[in-house]
């Protein structure tokens, strides 16, 4: 259930802040940390959910660690590639926070 919730919310997360670059919304990049912070948020109450439920098989266990380990390796190679550019880029400030460009 919680597997669904992950994918149908952030599915649509991250759609509105697709379209939320692509109108040029001035929180756009606060928007987007946030939806990494609860992306993150889900995929550890996944992984406590999952460990705390009785006669789980190992191999089951083990195939959902893999795929919670992906899943947050995801997240964080975003975060890694797309967060100097929100803080460093120029066009960022320009177009989001409304400054003048130096």
Partial sequence: MMM??????????????????????PLFPR???AIWLVDLAMQLMIAQAV???????AQVGQALHALLDGNV??????????????????????TYRSRVAA
């Fill in 4 to 25: 669904t919730l992950d994918v149908v919310l952030l599915t649509s997360l991250y759609t509105i802040a697709f379209v939320a670059a692509l109108r040029r919304v």
């Fill in 31 to 33: 928007l987007l940390v």
């Fill in 51 to 57: 460990t705390g439920a009785p006669g789980l098989p």
């Fill in 73 to 94: 390796k995801k997240v964080l190679i975003s975060v890694g590639l797309w967060l100097p550019y929100l803080l460093l880029s120029r066009r960022v400030n320009v």
